[in-house]
């Protein structure tokens, strides 16, 4: 007699399903699992109870209701909740997911991708010094093009990756095919793991004294906030660049904009404490400064790798596979 199929509803109104989840996506999630496809307009608490009080698993994301004690007390057989966005914890508020044992798996890993390959166009670009020289060509000319031998270039140039989580480890798959010499920081890595990663482990003030371009990655918990703060900036050599895609509490900005003042680095930011940055900040007028408004992450098309994630997590589960994204109680208070 066959087992029956699991059954999985959406804990997402109709605009996040739609960005996330190509048609082809949802019509192979419903052929592995008894699939409830209505999402509605706005995600409201009465309209998300009975469904999940029918199912076995949720699928949840970017503006899913927290799954607290309340809603799973009313939801005595969910088991899974596989999230399509990076960071679980808007629905993982308390210790009720965890003493249920509800199995939770995150799409952090895919979310990395653009994150990784993004901050490889900022690298690619600082070394070559280009958003400083297409200001200067542009109103100079060739002379500002003469001048351009000054920029360190990529062969045997450092590059510093600190955090060696998803969006870390990306990176440094994608460094490897480059000519650079890759340090990476990250407490929880060991020197054979760096080294297959193809960088060497360092400690944070080693990196920062050798690194052309530092990228910063690691996860935002609180052990991490101001993670760099002025003595950590006065360590990079004149003429580096920090590059932040990743949280912006991880950086003292007020030491950042201190350090830019001098003209002594560049900096790279997408993301900031608070964000965007007030009005009037130093950040939006200093010409060392790269502003950009958190678009490092995924974005339109970007998104549907989010929910292929989600049916390869759906995949694993009905064929009795582990979940490549899974996140554990004891995981959690590491991850950002």
């Known amino acids: 007699m066959t087992a029956p199929r699991l059954r999985f509803c959406f804990n997402l109104d109709r605009a996040r399903l739609a960005q996330c989840f190509a048609p082809e996506t949802l019509a192979a999630i419903g052929e592995l699992v008894e699939l409830d496809f209505e999402t509605p307009e706005r995600l ?40 399509a966005a990076g960071s679980v914890k808007s629905i993982v508020v308390d210790d009720a997911v965890w003493e249920r044992g509800l199995r939770v798996t995150s799409a952090a890993n895919a979310n990395g991708v653009p994150v990784a390959e993004f901050a490889l166009g900022l690298i690619l670009c600082a070394l070559k010094d280009v958003f400083r020289y297409q200001v200067a060509f542009k109103a100079g000319g060739r002379a500002a093009w003469q001048r351009a031998v000054t920029t360190p270039g990529y062969y ?11 969006v870390g480890r990306h990176l440094l798959g994608l460094l490897r095919h480059h000519d650079f010499r890759v340090l990476v920081y990250d407490p929880w890595l060991e020197d054979d793991a760096a080294a297959a990663l193809g960088a060497t482990r360092t400690g944070l003030e080693e990196l920062l004294r050798a690194a052309h371009a530092a990228v910063l990655v690691a996860p935002n918990i609180p052990e991490n906030a101001h993670l760099i703060g002025a003595a950590q900036l006065a360590l990079l050599p004149d003429g580096a660049t920090f590059i932040n895609p990743g949280r912006g509490a991880l950086l003292d900005h007020d030491a950042l904009i201190a350090e830019l003042r001098s003209g002594r680095i560049t900096a790279c930011l997408d993301v900031s404490d608070p964000e965007p940055p007030p009005a009037g900040s130093p950040l939006y007028s200093l010409p060392n400064c790269i502003l950009t408004p958190h678009v490092a992450g995924s974005l339109n098309g970007e998104c549907l790798r989010l929910g292929a994630q989600v049916l390869e997590e759906v995949r694993r589960l009905v064929s009795g596979r582990p979940f490549q994204g899974e996140v554990t109680r004891e995981l959690f208070p590491r991850l950002g």
Do not use: E, F, Q
């Not at 109870?49 to 699928?59: E, F, K, N, S, Y």
């Not at 450092?158 to 060696?164: E, R, S, Y």
């Open 44 to 83: 409201t608490d009465a309209w998300l109870r009975p469904r999940l009080a029918a199912a076995d698993g949720c699928i949840t994301g970017w503006g899913s209701l927290p799954l607290d004690a309340a809603r799973l007390a009313a939801a005595p057989a969910l088991r899974y909740a596989l999230h």
């Open 156 to 166: 045997g140039t450092t590059v510093g990756v600190i955090g060696a989580g998803n």
